[in-house]
């Protein structure tokens, strides 16, 4: 059973590590900024998972589209389809209880969960590629990395005076080391992937990496904390579960479709290369289908009826419990029954697993997100996020919320106003990102 753990683990060789023994000492739940505790008895974890899940970064979460819009299902209006805010929830359980079954602390993992996509800009990944082609010439725009800066710098909640300033400095929520560390997907600078420097991957920007060094001290280069792998995992099982469940929700998605040799040859080439490595064998994602398609609790058709949805709900828990369960059996099979915390150890996801989630983010790719209305959708949604940052670096600081406006004109030069100008959309909801672009481009029409 083959997974992610490398032969250098220190683990597997009987050698001692810091980690293992003293998994959540001073150092990782140590903050940028010391503060005192407001209410004893509480852990340094909980307090970081209250600090996101209270946070307004979060809550606007609640406007940004995951895969289906509300109000576009075929043939009738359905108002509830998931959201950012809702995967984010759904990630939380996921990783909280995978989490606490092989030893992490709960709520550092829930944290993580929570903050995982709080750097999404609005239409998501689509509004990201936009925003990237905005921010070129400002270090580029990446979700992840996005996600760091506003957990330490944009999202106000605790300020400290430093030398050299008049004003006091946001530090943002002022999570310990450990939370940002696991809410970190993607270690490494832009271009700083050792396994494929090409990759539009990337944790951190430029500005940030002060804040960055000290989240990563002591911690291996590259290498992504447990509690990390536990948050991508959960996001992985519940993004890919529920995006299908939607699209059969929708109508979007015709189970019967799965059988037919020429969908599925859609699908794999829709698989391979986006989801799974270019040299994956398709005969490996037809057995991973059809290992799905056989289990008795698999939905082989869906009508909306009462029965229907909740023979639909049973067969997303049936898998999430799948992937969770595989993931912890294999990750046990490697470590043992210890508790598995920071880089101790490495969560270990049989291939099966991967082939079979991977399988199911292609149908939801081939049926709901390449629709051609949503081709349609997703170019409007380019030019209104171009248009808007046009009209931003016109007219700013005009359209720019107070606190933007600040650090636009506390901004040492064009480099660093483009960025607060990129940091403004980002934190737009889809709604707002269409009414902040009607309000200033109302003059070209």
Not at 147 to 166: C, D, N, Y
Not at 227 to 244: K, R
Request: aromatic share 6%; glycine share 8%; hydrophobic share 40%.
């Amino acid at each position: 059973m083959e997974g992610i753990t490398g032969s250098t683990d220190p683990l597997r060789h009987g050698v001692e590590h810091p980690y293992v023994e003293h998994p959540y000492d001073e150092s990782a739940t140590a903050r940028w900024a010391a503060e005192p505790d407001k209410r004893p008895g509480r852990t340094a974890f909980q307090r970081d998972r209250a600090r996101v899940l209270h946070s307004g970064a979060l809550r606007r979460l609640a406007g940004k589209t995951q895969v289906v819009t509300p109000g576009t299902r075929s043939g009738a209006w359905d108002p509830s389809p998931r959201t950012r805010l809702t995967h984010s929830l759904e990630c939380a359980q996921v990783g909280r209880e995978l989490g606490a079954a092989l030893g992490c602390d709960p709520d550092l993992v829930e944290a993580a969960c929570l903050a995982h996509d709080l750097g999404h800009p609005p239409f998501g990944h689509n509004g990201e590629q936009a925003l990237n082609d905005v921010a070129e010439g400002c270090g580029g725009f990446e979700g992840n990395a996005q996600s760091l800066r506003l957990l330490t710098r944009i999202e106000p909640k605790h300020f400290v005076r430093t030398a050299g300033t008049q004003e006091p400095v946001s530090v943002g929520l002022n999570l310990t080391r450990a939370a940002l560390d696991a809410a970190t997907k993607y270690p490494w600078p832009r271009g700083g992937n050792p396994a494929d420097p090409g990759s539009p991957k990337f944790g951190v920007y430029e500005d940030d990496l002060p804040v960055f060094a000290w989240a990563r001290q002591g911690a291996p280069a590259h290498r992504k904390c447990f509690e990390a792998q536990v948050m991508d995992w959960a996001d992985d099982v519940a993004y890919s579960v529920h995006d299908f469940e939607d699209g059969l929700h929708a109508g979007h998605i015709d189970p019967n479709a799965l059988l037919s040799e020429h969908e599925r040859q859609e699908i794999w080439a829709v698989a391979v290369g986006r989801y799974v490595p270019k040299d994956t064998d398709p005969q490996a994602l037809a057995d991973a289908l059809d290992r799905l398609v056989d289990e008795e609790w698999w939905p082989h058709g869906y009508d909306g009826s009462a029965v229907a949805q909740a023979r639909l709900k049973d067969a997303t828990s049936q898998l999430i419990g799948r992937f969770c369960l595989a993931a912890e059996g294999a990750t046990r099979q490697a470590y043992g029954t210890g508790r598995l915390t920071r880089y101790a150890a490495e969560l270990v996801v049989p291939d099966e697993a991967h082939l079979e989630c991977a399988v199911l983010k292609a149908v939801a790719d081939r049926y709901v997100m390449q629709r051609a209305e949503q081709e349609a959708l997703r170019a409007e949604q380019r030019v209104v996020v171009a248009e808007l940052a046009d009209a931003l670096v016109t007219r700013a600081p005009e359209g720019l919320d107070p606190q933007f406006r600040a650090l636009f004109d506390a901004a040492a030069d064009d480099r660093a106003r483009k960025r607060v100008i990129v940091d403004q959309i980002a934190s737009l909801t889809d709604a707002s990102a269409r009414a902040l672009h009607a309000r200033l481009t109302a003059h070209r029409r």
